[in-house]
């Protein structure tokens, strides 16, 4: 069950992340969206690639990508897609990117697709089934408390623009070590269990939706700033789950 839509997120991710690896440091054109986040042509390209091949495959199902939006978004089964994870870093030239792939059933992510085009790694899940790198098993780390944990924060604008910097003062000094990792390859490190806690404050469903379901088959826990387990506030702690409650305490106080 959903083996069918897991290859076919897996063949869109890697015809995605080819397209990606074309462009990569040849400067393609790129232009500024209202948001202020820039859009390439391999953004462009690599969406309408993973759109043709999943439409192909299941044209009753519905999509929400960032670059082309809602299409039957009030169907049973809805496609969510970053067609290109981290374009700031593709833009310039670092390795930090991919596509992000998910598939929410009655409201529930089921399956996630992670791909790295740079070093050729893909990570999926599907509900129930487990968390995998091409046939390994993958598992959060069992690092017990904050001040042996390795903790991820997404861009540092999107906390200071929420005065969210005397948090991020307080985790310094609380963690062993922290570092900046917020797209799919935080979601990556954090599920082989590299990274023991990420969090984001500003994020789009797209950003996280197969991060999430990727976490949690890996055995750590993924909700919102409020505990609430949605990919539509804005915000992400993801985690095993030790550290996931230290620091949902955290950020409460």
Same mark, same amino acid.
């Given at each position: ?6 290859? !076919?997120?897996? +063949? ?12 990569? +440091? ?6 500024? %969206? ?16 993973? #759109? ?18 809602? *299409? $039957?978004?009030?169907?049973? $089964? ?5 067609? #290109? ?14 596509? #992000?792939? !998910? ?46 944990? *390795?903790?991820?924060?997404? @861009?540092?604008?999107?906390?200071? %623009? +929420?005065?969210?910097? @005397? ?6 000094? %609380?963690?062993?070590?922290?570092? *900046?990792? /917020? $797209? ?11 990274? /023991? ?37 804005? $915000? ?18």
């Amino acid at each position: 069950m959903l083996f069918q839509e897991k290859d !076919a997120a897996v +063949r869109a991710a890697l015809a995605a992340g080819k397209i990606q690896m074309n462009y990569f +440091r040849q400067n393609p054109k790129t232009e500024i %969206k209202e948001d202020g986040s820039p859009v390439t042509i391999a953004d462009q390209l690599s969406e309408k690639k993973i #759109l043709e091949i999943l439409k192909y495959e299941f044209p009753l199902h519905g999509f929400l990508a960032e670059e082309s939006g809602e *299409t $039957n978004s009030s169907a049973e $089964n809805v496609w969510i897609i970053d067609p #290109l994870d981290g374009t700031k870093d593709f833009v310039r030239g670092l390795p930090w990117f991919g596509p #992000l792939i !998910a598939l929410q059933k009655k409201g529930e992510i089921v399956v996630g697709v992670i791909h790295l085009p740079y070093v050729n790694e893909t990570i999926w899940a599907i509900k129930g089934k487990g968390v995998f790198i091409g046939n390994k098993k993958l598992q959060v780390s069992k690092v017990s408390s904050l001040s042996q944990a *390795t903790i991820a924060q997404g @861009n540092l604008s999107s906390f200071t %623009k +929420r005065n969210y910097l @005397n948090f991020l003062s307080d985790l310094s000094l %609380k963690s062993f070590h922290m570092r *900046t990792a /917020d $797209n799919g390859y935080g979601y990556s490190y954090l599920a082989q269990g590299f990274l /023991d806690g990420l969090m984001e404050a500003a994020v789009k469903p797209w950003d996280i939706a197969a991060g999430k379901i990727i976490i949690e088959e890996a055995g750590g826990k993924v909700t919102d700033f409020n505990g609430v387990n949605s990919i539509y506030s804005g $915000n992400i702690i993801a985690g095993n789950k030790n550290i996931h409650a230290e620091l949902l305490s955290l950020v409460k106080q």
